[in-house]
């Protein structure tokens, strides 16, 4: 028996594939292209309005230079709510990180093994974060009324649901050595989550919550449309209103602020990674 002959009968697969496996990629791509072609087709796209639409956007553009806040009074007011937005972020973000917490180590199965709390927690945490923040936004308005607090409880209730998961699959995917060593001192539950899991984790985590920080402040901004404070309403005024000087003044006020927080963010992460690794001899 020759050599080839041998692996044609090891690896049949291989050099007789079925009309499956011959057939299957280009069945698939092409049913992915007529799906995305129907659902163009069916959503009414057309070349011809985008080319219009893109005319009328850079009219838009074109109106919006150069950026004018107006009187200074007028600058005070937009920084300010800014300044709110911002503070709306931060406040619904890490309120959100400290309450997903005891959710994310419920869903975590490396530390609830019971299947019937690990099930509930985290349906329950899919079935908060399938909401979107804006349609929180609309219900806390309803119950607290109009301003930043509805916006501040918008964003913790959506952030609670998207935590917990994250940090559910982050200490799910923790090292299990140090946990291990742990173990092996005697220690008990709470101390392997204290010093065995939490420690290898933390940086992930507070990575995660401080990209969120920087997201939120945009979604504060959209949530802020609807009445919950902010800059948002002042962003949909002025569109309404077609003073497109004071929206350019307004969005890259908004896009400056992220800027700054995501150099922030960047510095402190890196600070803690910092003084979190271990120098090898």
């Known amino acids: 028996m020759t050599e080839l002959e041998r692996l044609k009968r090891q690896h049949p697969a291989i050099f007789a594939p079925s009309i499956g496996q011959r057939f299957g990629g280009p069945i698939a791509a092409g049913g992915i292209a007529l799906s995305l072609i129907g659902g163009l087709w069916h959503l009414g796209f057309s070349p011809g309005r985008i080319v219009d639409g893109m005319g009328q956007l850079g009219t838009m553009i074109g109106l919006m230079f150069p950026p004018d806040p107006g009187s200074f009074a007028r600058a005070m007011i937009y920084l300010n709510a800014l300044g709110e937005t911002v503070a709306i972020a931060f406040l619904g973000t890490f309120a959100a990180a400290i309450l997903a917490m005891p959710l994310g180590l419920l869903a975590a199965k490396n530390v609830v093994a019971n299947r019937i709390v690990h099930f509930l927690s985290r349906r329950g945490l899919d079935s908060i974060r399938g909401v979107d923040t804006l349609i929180w936004a609309l219900i806390w308005i309803n119950v607290v009324g109009l301003g930043p607090f509805a916006g501040v409880l918008a964003i913790l209730t959506s952030d609670i649901g998207t935590f917990g998961k994250l940090f559910s699959e982050a200490i799910e995917a923790a090292d299990k050595r140090p946990v291990e060593g742990v173990l092996s001192t005697g220690a008990g539950p709470l101390h392997r989550i204290r010093f065995g899991i939490l420690p290898g984790v933390f940086p992930v985590m507070l990575g995660q919550v401080l990209y969120y920080f920087e997201s939120n402040t945009r979604s504060a901004t959209i ?59």
């Open 223 to 281: 949530i802020g449309i609807v009445g919950a404070g902010g800059i948002g309403l002042h962003l949909a005024e002025q569109i309404r209103t077609l003073e497109f000087g004071h929206v350019a003044f307004i969005v890259l006020s908004i896009l400056a602020a992220v800027a700054v927080i995501d150099a922030i963010s960047g510095r402190l992460r890196f600070a803690i990674i910092g003084k979190r690794a271990v120098p090898v001899d």
